[in-house]
């Protein structure tokens, strides 16, 4: 069993950052990949980044290209995402999860945050 608390949301006006945090416990945290997910009302689940289990391969999503940061601290089971230049359309519940591999596609994650909601304002 895997538990993940995100936290870090809130509500920042437009070219804003926020951070957010993933704490795990219960897995090797090392081992595993993490990811971020983020889903807006009315829409589906995307992809937002990823990091493998030594940092060193990481992946984005396009529309956060140059604006987030994906990084993790194995020694504290922490992953973050560093959120600048954050724009309304950013605005959904943002999710982290975890990987046996790393991956881009929500369906190879098998456990999941309860997630935390980011608003941006105009």
């Known amino acids: 069993q895997v538990q993940l608390v995100e936290s870090g949301g809130g509500l920042v006006q437009a070219g804003g950052s926020l951070r957010l945090s993933c704490a795990a416990s219960g897995r090797t945290f090392g081992s595993v990949t993490m990811g971020w997910f983020r889903q807006a009302p009315g829409q589906e689940r995307e992809f937002v980044a990823a990091?493998?289990?030594?940092?060193?391969?990481?992946g984005y999503a396009d529309s956060v290209k140059g604006r987030f940061t994906i990084s993790r601290n194995n020694a504290d089971n922490t992953v973050y995402l560093q959120m600048n230049c954050l724009k309304p359309e950013d605005t959904a519940v943002y999710y982290c999860?975890?990987?046996?591999?790393?991956?881009?596609?929500?369906?190879?994650?098998?456990?999941w945050g309860q997630g935390t909601q980011v608003t941006v304002s105009s």
């Open positions: 999860a975890s990987s046996p591999r790393f991956a881009v596609v929500g369906g190879l994650y098998d456990y």
């Open positions: 990091i493998s289990w030594n940092g060193d391969n990481t």
